[in-house]
């Protein structure tokens, strides 16, 4: 891991065990971000560099399953520890399956709750995927920092994923149907042309005038990331 203090978003509606968890985190070197509601948690996950998020279950505006759920198929994939205070296993069942990583029953000891959360860290950190480049991009899937011709891009999650897909599969041409299921899922019914929106966003905050842009349209077929 790098020598930047890990950053954790905890979520969670319970202000005293919320301050509590907020506690130990710092005793143990991290920064920490609170937000108290499922909409305010969503918000600040989708748009936060996070190394950890720890979610309630039973939350405010927004339940801590659709937070997760809603995360994942946005394309963010920190890693997520998931809190309940509810007895049996569905709970723990339906968490996993829309995409926690673990899960913790309320109430539980700190060094419980700590083990936990550094063998998340540990796991990522033996998974951490290697920096993408493509001409003058530059893609680091973990850190989710783009730059291009030098300069620093700022991407929505869905824009990330799809460069992220161009550049992990680069020379290689994709239809339409094939970039809608990897990126906005095989369950998407919408209009596909959003393919081609979503392009025309990357190539305006990638691209320069002087210069090609690395994603080209094949015309009649589909979209091929390459450098020439």
Aim: with cysteine; hydrophobic share 40%; aromatic share 8%.
């Amino acid at each position: 891991m790098s020598d930047e203090p890990l950053r954790v978003l905890v979520i969670e509606d319970d202000y005293d065990l919320a301050s509590a968890v907020a506690g130990l985190l710092v005793d143990e070197g991290f920064v920490v971000v609170q937000r108290y509601d499922g909409e305010a948690g969503f918000e600040e996950a989708l748009h936060g560099n996070f190394d950890v998020i720890v979610l309630d279950i039973m939350l405010p505006k927004r339940s801590g399953f659709r937070v997760c759920q809603d995360l994942r198929a946005a394309g963010l994939q920190t890693p997520l520890l998931m809190l309940t205070a509810k007895e049996g296993d569905w709970d723990e069942v339906e968490g996993l399956d829309v995409g926690a990583d673990d899960f913790l029953r309320k109430p539980f000891e700190r060094a419980v709750f700590m083990a936990r959360l550094h063998a998340l860290l540990r796991r990522q950190d033996r998974g951490r995927p290697q920096a993408l480049n493509l001409g003058t991009v530059s893609l680091d899937p973990m850190s989710r920092h783009v730059t291009s011709h030098g300069r620093s891009v700022t991407l929505t999650p869905r824009e990330f994923s799809l460069l992220k897909f161009f550049m992990s599969r680069s020379k290689v041409t994709h239809t339409k149907l094939e970039i809608l299921s990897a990126v906005w899922g095989s369950d998407f019914d919408g209009d596909p042309n959003i393919v081609e929106v979503y392009v025309g966003y990357l190539r305006r905050k990638i691209d320069v005038a002087t210069e090609p842009s690395i994603i080209h349209t094949v015309r009649g077929v589909g979209y091929c990331a390459r450098d020439d």
